[in-house]
T-cell receptor
């Protein structure tokens, strides 16, 4: 599975957009980019995933570069409840197991 | 609540004792996963089931660990002869495979403390 690189931590002002980057330069053609987050003392929560095209849902937007070597998760209007560890994961779409390989993630602190 | 549930939420045990955790997945999900998470680290994959079949086990899953999913519904994870190094959060997740991509839904976890 392709490895991802994320900044260790980021701050964001409440109400502003939070842009979380992820590098996955070794991603291959059939691998999806997934984002999960984990709020303190809770299980991880699925946010969004994509293959090539940009994706948007009620939680966030995912922007994938044309060469697919990096992506950005955008929380359009961050709130204090968005403070969490955000994990960027690359996984084959045809994976037999579907297991997720988590890295260290980015700790996002949303400040008032 | 139709999410993934885990029981107990917290468990404190003495070294050498056996413990068992239960996971109830989302009802229509055919895949069930166990992960372990230690402080400051991301979750690590332990094992997964498709229906009742255990199809992959991580090297992290020593002989003291055993998981079952009878009838393809709930799952149990047992740790025998617990060690202090087993102290961690044990997370269960479930998913429904449709096509080439699918999301996993996690439970709240069971926090194990071995004294």
């Amino acid at each position: 599975d392709a490895k991802t690189t994320q900044p260790t931590s980021m701050d964001c002002a409440e109400g502003r957009a939070a842009n979380l980057p992820c590098n996955h330069s070794t991603i291959s053609g059939n691998e999806y980019v997934y984002w999960y987050r984990q709020i303190h003392s809770q299980g991880p929560q699925y946010i969004i995933h994509g293959l090539k095209n940009n994706e948007t849902n009620e939680m966030a937007s995912l922007i994938i570069t044309e060469d697919r070597k990096s992506s950005t998760l955008i929380l359009p209007h961050a709130t204090l409840r968005d403070t969490a560890v955000y994990y960027c994961i690359v996984r084959p779409g045809s994976s037999n197991t579907g297991k997720l390989i988590f890295g260290q993630g980015t700790t996002l602190q949303v400040k008032p | 609540d139709t999410g993934v549930s885990q029981d107990p939420r917290h468990k404190i045990t003495k070294r050498g004792q056996n413990v068992t955790f239960r996971c109830d997945p989302i009802s229509e999900h055919n895949r069930l996963y166990w992960y372990r998470q230690t402080l400051g680290q991301g979750p690590e994959f332990l094992t997964y089931f498709q229906n009742e079949a255990q199809l992959e086990k991580s090297r992290l899953l020593s002989d003291r660990f055993s998981a079952e999913r009878p009838k393809g519904s709930f799952s149990t994870l047992e740790i025998q002869r617990t060690e202090q190094g087993d102290s961690a959060m044990y997370l269960c997740a479930s998913s429904l495979r449709t096509g080439g991509s699918y999301e996993q839904y996690f439970g709240p976890g069971t926090r194990l403390t071995v004294t």
